[in-house]
């Protein structure tokens, strides 16, 4: 399979708070991994794309300053949302591709269970 | 340009048939995925389509015509525990993935 976990699963903070949220692909190397944010009833809104050892591409609209993204590893990549604030409470969802299968193609994402950020 | 599009909303009865749209608009084209999301969670792959035509897996299905920009996922034998979002998303030229806004799913008993 293609496992992607996501820690924590629920985080309430304090206002201008930095939160920390970690991706990672359990039984496959992740060569890519896209940070999502999606609003109650919403689509899914693409934040960022990030490739191992290098710097995230951000989605217009998103600040890299704020939400700083690190993919250190092929299985392990972070989102740390800076300064927090109560508009910044959603439910974030990282996807990884790069899993191995005879019938999908390599670029198929896999999701993690999402982290559901409640700021104070 | 791009753009793909499904429908907000559906409600369908328990045990019956719903058929799910999904067009969409590309000039370079690696795909069409079909996604399952219940409230509150993260979405689940459901299907993959490449090739024109229909691709059946148990109780759901997916069809793809390229030429119409057009997919559709079929649910059959409704139940309860259908009730979800399902996002359509088409690969592009670039192996990034598109997103439709989703349509919302509603079993009645």
């Known amino acids: 399979g293609a496992v992607v976990s996501q820690h924590p699963s629920w985080v309430i903070c304090k206002s201008g708070t930095s939160v920390k949220i970690e991706c990672r692909s359990l039984?496959?190397?992740?060569?890519?991994m896209f940070w999502y944010r999606q609003f109650p009833k919403q689509s899914l809104m693409l934040m960022a794309t990030?490739?191992?050892?290098?710097?995230?591409?951000?989605e217009q609209g998103v600040e890299k300053d704020k939400f700083l993204i690190n993919h250190a590893s092929l299985t392990l990549s972070t989102l740390t949302v800076t300064s927090a604030h109560p508009e910044d409470s959603s439910f974030y969802i990282c996807?990884?591709?790069?899993?191995?299968?005879?019938?999908?193609?390599?670029?198929?994402?896999?999701f993690g269970p999402g982290t559901r950020l409640l700021v104070l | 340009g791009q753009n793909i599009d499904q429908p907000t909303e559906m409600t369908a009865t328990e045990g019956a048939i719903v058929q799910i749209n999904c067009t969409y608009q590309?000039?370079?084209?690696?795909?069409l995925f079909w996604y399952q999301q219940h409230a509150g969670e993260a979405p689940t792959f459901l299907s993959y389509?490449?090739l024109d035509g229909l691709e059946e897996k148990g109780r759901f299905s997916s069809f793809l015509s390229r030429s119409k920009g057009y997919s559709y996922l079929l649910l059959k034998e409704l139940q309860m525990k259908d009730s979800a979002s399902y996002l359509c998303?088409?690969?592009?030229?670039?192996?990034?993935?598109?997103w439709g806004a989703g349509t919302k799913l509603i079993i009645k008993p």
């Open positions: 389509n490449v």
């Open positions: 590309t000039s370079g084209f690696n795909g």
């Open positions: 039984d496959f190397q992740a060569t890519t």
């Open positions: 996807s990884a591709r790069g899993g191995t299968s005879q019938t999908l193609p390599q670029e198929t994402q896999y």
């Open positions: 990030s490739n191992e050892g290098s710097k995230a591409t951000y």
């Open positions: 998303a088409f690969m592009d030229s670039n192996y990034q993935l598109i």
